[in-house]
């Protein structure tokens, strides 16, 4: 049974928000889009908002669903849902990611992203550019 992980594609004035996981966790060092695991009972929705502030100290509207891909690690498998996002509030904080950048579309192939993440790029250029 996959994992199913929510992803914020976070846009603002052309450009996409990336986090770098932190030492220690799961792909180390990648960039990614913020986001999470759903905890029990928790929509897509509310699992952004929540894994947003915790993990990043924003506040994001979570708008519509840009893609859905599956993908398989040597250890687990994730289900990740992609979701447009606008930020509402706050400043990006460092509170459980290593850094941050907000990165043109054309720039997103210059940071080393997880396999899971790589196919979502192609609709983010085709949206903003």
Aim: net charge negative; with cysteine; aromatic share 6%.
């Amino acid at each position: 049974m996959p994992v199913v992980v929510a992803a914020a594609v976070v846009i603002q004035s052309g450009r996409v928000l990336l986090t770098r996981r932190a030492e220690g966790q799961h792909l180390a060092g990648m960039w990614e889009f913020p986001g999470g695991k759903l905890e029990d009972g928790e929509s897509p929705e509310e699992a952004l908002v929540r894994e947003c502030r915790e993990e990043c100290g924003i506040e994001v509207e979570v708008g519509e669903i840009l893609d859905v891909t599956h993908h398989r690690y040597p250890k687990k498998a994730v289900l990740l849902l992609f979701y447009r996002c606008a930020l509402r509030r706050g400043e990006v904080r460092h509170l459980q990611v290593a850094d941050h950048a907000w990165v043109a579309p054309r720039d997103l192939e210059s940071y080393p992203l997880p396999p899971a993440d790589e196919r979502v790029v192609s609709r983010i250029k085709a949206l903003l550019t």
